[in-house]
T-cell receptor
Framework: SAVISQKPSRDICQRGTSLTIQCQVD?????MFWYRQQPGQSLTLIAT?????????ESGFVIDKFPISRPNLTFSTLTVSNMSPEDSSIYLC???????????FGSGTQLSVL | AQSVTQLGSHVSVSEGALVLLRCNYS??????LFWYVQYPNQGLQLLLK??????LVKGINGFEAEFKKSETSFHLTKPSAHMSDAAEYFC???????????FGKGTSLLVTP
């Protein structure tokens, strides 16, 4: 299994600012993902964080708004840039190990933008 | 690409009654299917998953689901609902070739006394 530490667990931010969310895994993993869960909604995949290369973004998400870093096999960051109240969501990190059946989620970052 | 559809955004059952939450999938390759539960103000918790092998999968808290390829379904059931089962339930799908999950819109389960 994998233990995922996600920081911060919650934050309240001002409009126009940026927040960087960190995801640390206790073992090396091939695949890391970032999801967003807007209030009362399901989870939506933002991007796949690729180690050593640019992240792969899903439709509707762009690098300028959600830059992602993946410097090694145990760590990734997601930045929410130039925030607006519409960015208020829970952001979750997820990792995959040993095939698609082994998927783990972090506890999430609850972001509120005023 | 694979996707799931959860039928019914809200389901209400009486305590002690059968719980049935519906999930249908679409996938061009053999799917891996998951059910997650989210209690109010908490993170996701894996209830159960189907990858290969036995099509009836048992999970935590008395829940089980059956993979039916002919019906492209993976419905979640529990014989007797408990008040503590009230939560949001998400069905999700991925494949062996990828780890990114596609989630359904979720079903909110209400359990009444």
């Amino acid at each position: 299994s994998a233990v995922i530490s996600q920081k911060p667990s919650r934050d309240i931010c001002q409009r126009g600012t940026s927040l960087t969310i960190q995801c640390q895994v206790d073992s090396q993993v091939t695949m890391m993902f970032w999801y967003r869960q807007q209030p009362g909604q399901s989870l939506t995949l933002i991007a796949t964080a690729n180690q050593g290369s640019e992240a792969t973004y899903e439709s509707g998400f762009v690098i300028d708004k959600f830059p992602i870093s993946r410097p090694n096999l145990t760590f990734s960051t997601l930045t929410v840039s130039n925030m607006s109240p519409e960015d208020s969501s829970i952001y979750l990190c997820s990792v995959g190990m040993g095939g698609g059946e082994k998927l783990f989620f972090g506890s999430g970052t609850q972001l509120s933008v005023l | 690409a694979q996707s799931v559809t959860q039928l019914g955004s809200h389901v209400s059952v009486s305590e002690g009654a059968l719980v049935l939450l519906r999930c249908n999938y679409s996938s061009s390759v053999p799917p891996y299917l998951f059910w997650y539960v989210q209690y109010p103000n908490q993170g996701l918790q894996l209830l159960l998953k189907y990858t290969t092998g036995a099509t009836l999968v048992k999970g935590i808290n008395g829940f089980e689901a059956e993979f039916k390829k002919s019906e492209t379904s993976f419905h979640l059931t529990k014989p007797s609902a408990h008040m503590s089962d009230a939560a949001e339930y998400f069905c999700a799908v991925t494949t062996n070739s990828g780890y990114a999950l596609n989630f359904g819109k979720g079903t909110s389960l209400l359990v009444t006394p």
